[in-house]
């Protein structure tokens, strides 16, 4: 029988797990065996761009999905059957060299990944909110930067085997495995009640559309575009700067190793200026990283970039999302999964523009330049709000 006041840090490593599995590895492992398709198969970086486009629309398409009523009830049900199919998804991944299996692959991984985070999310800020320990309602965001911390190691040991990219989806399929284990154990409940809800039985009203909740959501797309260029081919910039395997799975480690305290950073920042002034703060940081990456010479504007986005980008995933829970307390869950809409928007048309421009122009500069400025103008846009509210 189930305790009538669950552990909070229960929740919170379950959670780090479940967003390790799902998005550190789910997602994210696609930029460190990116360049090794690259090499193997002739992929081009506009196909490249197509593969991770597919995977952002289905994501897109999960987080429209779970905005509907339907899984109330069934949070922690269809949080866990996704979270499997991400484990099976990636070694499909593996199993074939066909471009339309990569695109329909990695869109189905793309769904998964969503309904992971929106129903993993709204169970576990809620049980948060629920036993009064907010400042661990985000800590879940954290798992991401531990996958990539896992990835990078995982890289590291495949490439002294001098194994190829198949080996490298296999092997993250096997880890999500393992990891499935402990997050049923752990998340063993759905959502708390919400106070706008009541109960745990009611349905959340629809949204209350105003101006700061629109500019949240807008700046929140630009984001989606801003970061994803670096986050999808930071380690194909890597190779085409020369750099060697060894250090490409340097660059991903710094990118995971830097996620792990960016949570802690920003939120302490978020308390003294607020929640979009720490927004903006961070979205200046990041894009001087997305910057750095191609435009400082040797290992140094490799290494700045991995780090300064691996220190900024779950942070400000997290702040945003918290800005919009702040606008519609009473609908978490429709906010979280809207919010995500947007974000999804802009990770799709991020990968593709991207792998046009670096076409194009020969290099990623071009694009990598496009995505700072989008990355000002979505802090830019996220505090302006705070104006109109």
């Known amino acids: 029988m189930k305790s009538a006041s669950p552990s909070p840090f229960r929740f919170a490593v379950g959670g780090i797990v479940a967003m390790a599995v799902a998005m550190g590895i789910g997602r994210f492992v696609y930029t460190p065996i990116l360049p090794g398709m690259m090499d193997e198969l002739g992929l081009t970086a506009a196909g490249a761009g197509w593969i991770a486009s597919a995977n952002y629309l289905g994501y897109l398409a999960g987080a429209l999905a779970a905005s509907g009523g339907w899984a109330h009830g ?81 890289m590291a040991a495949l490439v002294t085997y001098h194994s190829d990219w198949r080996a490298g989806w296999f092997a993250s399929a096997a880890i999500s495995a393992l ?21 745990g039985t009611g349905r959340e009203p629809a949204l209350a559309w ?59 920042f978020a308390r003294r200026a607020g929640l979009a002034g720490a927004y903006l703060a961070a979205c200046v940081a990041e894009a001087a990283g997305v910057a750095a990456s191609v435009s400082v010479g040797g290992a140094i504007g490799p290494l700045l970039g991995g780090a300064l986005l ?56 071009l694009p990598s330049l496009a995505a700072a400025i989008v990355l000002l103008a979505s802090g830019l846009i996220v505090w302006s709000a705070k104006r109109s509210a």
């Open 74 to 154: 069934h949070e922690r049900m269809v949080m866990l059957a996704s979270l499997g199919a991400s484990a099976v998804l990636a070694g499909l991944m593996g199993a074939t060299d066909w471009m339309p299996a990569f695109l329909v692959i990695r869109f189905l991984a793309g769904v998964a990944s969503a309904f992971v985070m929106i129903f993993l999310s709204s169970i576990v800020m809620g049980h948060m909110a629920a036993v009064g320990r907010p400042g661990l309602q985000t800590v879940h965001f954290t798992g991401v930067g531990l996958g990539i911390a896992a990835s990078s190691a995982l």
């Open 310 to 365: 691996g220190l900024t980008f779950v942070a400000i995933t997290a702040l945003g999302l918290q800005a919009g829970c702040q606008l519609a307390p009473r609908s978490p869950r429709r906010v979280l999964a809207l919010m995500t809409a947007s974000f999804g928007v802009g990770q799709i048309l991020g990968p593709i523009a991207a792998g046009m421009l670096a076409e194009y122009s020969g290099s990623f500069v």
């Open 210 to 268: 105003g101006a700061p909740l629109v500019k949240v959501t807008v700046g929140y797309g630009l984001f989606g575009i801003g970061y994803v260029v670096t986050a999808t081919f930071l380690i194909a910039i890597v190779r085409q700067g020369g750099g060697g395997r060894v250090f490409e799975a340097m660059v991903w480690l710094a990118t995971g190793i830097a996620v792990l305290p960016s949570l802690w950073l920003w939120q302490g």
């Open 179 to 199: 990891g499935f284990v402990p997050v049923a154990m752990l998340i063993d409940r759905g959502p708390a009640a919400s106070a706008g809800q009541g109960s």
